[in-house]
């Protein structure tokens, strides 16, 4: 087990507010994405402003301490997410609509991916730090979501890099795959043990990685584990959501 330790810089994002969660989803129920990606300032000079504080935190830290900046998103809407209202998580189809083993993302699910990619577009106006590393689940929607979010933001020569640890929760689920070796149907991984796993995402970032504005796309059960890691009150992110931190 890892010895760092993780912890959210407050000061700078709406999503570290204690009463985000439950004002926001009252005042915006039906939109996952908050204005700036939740950046507090909304000044023109906003990111500007904000990578100066980054890199003055980083260079005022001693060694042992790293500031970096993520962009949490959870895939758009897919298939298993309506089949999931409506059965439960214990079927792949119904003879009408088939949204197991990996589903896709629905038309709903593609059009939030697309309000992630414009969030992106108009915020390019105000020079928005790029991620410059991105990682993604290795699942459908996932990847779709990764796709359509980052279409012509970022350089043509970045690639996403697919990390098997951003994966949704292991075991008793309606959409995973029976040849799936990581993939065991009795059985439903625990929350601690996605937490080991999402510890071990951000420790290969910190141990690897020398950018600081870092994004990765992924599912439900991921970000929750992630704000677990991070010592963050947890609120449930929307499909098609994003969660900005620093950490």
């Known amino acids: ?17 204690f009463r985000f969660a439950d ?17 507090i300032d909304h000044s023109d000079d906003r990111w500007k402003v904000f990578r100066q504080k980054i890199n003055q935190l980083n260079k005022s830290s ?9 962009f949490i998103g959870r895939h758009g809407e897919g298939f298993h997410n309506v089949a999931e209202v409506k059965y439960g998580t214990k079927e792949n189809g119904d003879g009408e609509l088939i949204w ?6 629905t038309t709903l699910g593609k059009e939030q991916a697309k309000a992630a990619h414009d969030a992106w577009k108009q915020e390019c106006k105000f020079n928005i730090p790029i991620p410059g590393k991105l990682y993604c689940s290795p699942l459908t929607r996932a990847i779709h979501t990764n ?40 059985v439903r991984e625990t929350h601690a043990e996605m937490d080991t796993r999402m510890r071990r995402v ?13 994004s990765f796309t992924a599912h439900g059960g991921i970000v929750s584990a992630a704000l677990r890691v991070m010592n963050h009150r947890q609120y449930i992110l929307p499909t098609g959501g994003s969660y900005s931190n620093l950490i």
């Open 62 to 70: 001693p060694a042992s301490t790293k500031y970096k900046v993520f």
């Open 1 to 17: 087990m890892s010895q760092r330790s993780y912890e959210v810089v407050k000061g700078f994002f709406v999503q570290e507010r």
């Open 100 to 105: 197991g083993p990996d589903p896709e993302l």
């Open 147 to 186: 796709k359509i979010t980052f279409d012509s933001i970022i350089p043509e020569s970045q690639r996403t890099m697919i990390i098997e640890n951003l994966r949704e929760t292991n075991g008793v689920h309606t959409w995973l795959i029976e040849e799936d070796t990581l993939w065991d149907p009795e």
């Open 23 to 39: 004002a926001y989803s009252r005042s915006f129920p039906s939109k996952a994405l908050p204005p700036r990606f939740g950046l």
């Open 202 to 214: 951000l420790d290969m970032i910190f141990d690897k990685d020398q950018e600081q504005f870092i």
